[in-house]
C-alpha cells in the first residue's frame, strides 16, 4: 500500500492523490516513469524518489515523520510482521506524575506483560526489535506515559493509533464499546474492568492480596489481544474502495489466552 501512497508528498492531499490514480498514475513507480517522460523532475519528483530509496532500504523512519494520523493504517501490509501491538496500565491519568504499572505487548505471536518493580525496565530492550507500533488511543495516553518514563526511549518509527481510523468509520468511544460493536470479544467476565478498576488491583496487589496482579495482567492482555482483529479490519475497510490493487489482510481471529484472573478481588 504504500508504494500506491502520495499524501505523504508536500502539497498532496487526499484530493490531489485521488487525481493522480485516477490519471494512471497509481504508485511511485509510474510517478517516476512520468517525470523521466517529461525530461524534469521538479520537488514532487524528488520527493517521490525519495520514498522509492527509503523503501527499497527499509528506511520506515522515513515514513514515520511523513505519514501519520488518519493515513497511517497504510503502514500495515509492509509492516505486518513487525509490529508491536501495546497497551498500558497506570495509577492515574498525569504522564509524569502518574507511574506506569503494567505495559502489555502482542506481536501477533505472544503476549507479554511488563510489571512496574518486577521487570518494566526491561521494555525500552525490547521495543527496539519493532518497526511499528500499533495502539488505541496511545498517541494522548500510552506514548506520553512511555517517553516521561523512559527518557531517550526509542520507540518504533511508526505509530498507528487506530483511535482515528476507527473514528473515520464511524467508531467512537472507549475500545471495549468498540469491541462490542464490530463483534470482537474479549471474556464478557471481564467486560466490566476499566481503568479505574485497573488502578484499584494495582493497589490491591501492593498491599498484598495475590489475587489482583494476575487479574491486572489478564485484563491488560484482553486489551491488547483486540488490537489485531481491529487493525486489519481498518486496514480492509479502508483500502478496499481505492482504485489502486491492495492486499486484504487476514482476517486474524482474536486470539484467546487462559492466563488465570479472580474477579472476587473486585467486589
Given at each position: 500500500m504504500l508504494q500506491h501512497t502520495f499524501c505523504h508528498l508536500p502539497g498532496v492531499g487526499p484530493h490531489t492523490e485521488a487525481a493522480l490514480w485516477q490519471a494512471g498514475i497509481v504508485d511511485w513507480q509510474a510517478a517516476l516513469d512520468c517525470r523521466e517522460a517529461v525530461g524534469r523532475a521538479g520537488p514532487l519528483g524528488d520527493a517521490v524518489a525519495a520514498s522509492q530509496t527509503a523503501w527499497?532500504?527499509?528506511?520506515?523512519?522515513?515514513?514515520g515523520k511523513l505519514l501519520g494520523g488518519r493515513e497511517s493504517w497504510r503502514w500495515l501490509p509492509d509492516l505486518h510482521g513487525r509490529c508491536l501491538y501495546l497497551d498500558i496500565?497506570?495509577?492515574?491519568?498525569?504522564?509524569?506524575?502518574?507511574?506506569?504499572?503494567?505495559?502489555?505487548?502482542?506481536?501477533?505471536?505472544?503476549?507479554?506483560?511488563?510489571?512496574?518493580?518486577?521487570?518494566?525496565?526491561?521494555?525500552?530492550l525490547f521495543v527496539l526489535g519493532y518497526e511499528l507500533l500499533i495502539t488505541y488511543n496511545g498517541a494522548t495516553f500510552d506514548v506520553p506515559f512511555l517517553r516521561a518514563r523512559f527518557p531517550g526511549l526509542r520507540l518504533p518509527p511508526?505509530?498507528?493509533?487506530?483511535?482515528?481510523?476507527?473514528?473515520?468509520?464511524?467508531?467512537?468511544?472507549?475500545?471495549?464499546?468498540?469491541?462490542?460493536?464490530?463483534?470482537?470479544?474479549?471474556?464478557?467476565?471481564l467486560r466490566d474492568?476499566?481503568?479505574?478498576?485497573?488502578?484499584?488491583?494495582?493497589?490491591?496487589?501492593?498491599?498484598?492480596?495475590?489475587?489482583?496482579?494476575?487479574?491486572?495482567?489478564?485484563?491488560?492482555?484482553?486489551?491488547?489481544?483486540?488490537?489485531?482483529?481491529?487493525?486489519?479490519?481498518?486496514?480492509?475497510?479502508?483500502?478496499?474502495?481505492?482504485?489502486?490493487?491492495?492486499?486484504?489482510?487476514?482476517?486474524?481471529?482474536?486470539?484467546?489466552?487462559?492466563?488465570?484472573?479472580?474477579?472476587?478481588?473486585?467486589?
Open positions: 527499497e532500504q527499509r528506511d520506515w523512519r522515513h515514513f496500565e497506570t495509577t492515574g491519568l498525569s504522564p509524569g506524575l502518574d507511574a506506569v504499572t503494567v505495559i502489555a505487548c502482542y506481536d501477533g505471536q505472544e503476549v507479554r506483560c511488563f510489571v512496574l518493580d518486577r521487570d518494566l525496565g526491561e521494555f525500552p511508526c505509530h498507528l493509533d487506530l483511535r482515528y481510523p476507527l473514528a473515520r468509520l464511524g467508531y467512537t468511544g472507549g475500545l471495549k464499546a468498540i469491541e462490542q460493536r464490530l463483534d470482537v470479544g474479549r471474556d464478557p467476565e474492568i476499566d481503568g479505574y478498576l485497573a488502578v484499584v488491583l494495582w493497589h490491591r496487589h501492593q498491599r498484598g492480596d495475590p489475587r489482583a496482579l494476575p487479574t491486572l495482567l489478564r485484563y491488560a492482555a484482553e486489551d491488547v489481544l483486540s488490537l489485531e482483529p481491529l487493525a486489519e479490519l481498518v486496514y480492509n475497510r479502508l483500502a478496499g474502495p481505492l482504485p489502486v490493487p491492495n492486499p486484504v489482510l487476514g482476517p486474524t481471529l482474536r486470539r484467546q489466552i487462559d492466563w488465570p484472573y479472580d474477579l472476587s478481588v473486585l467486589r
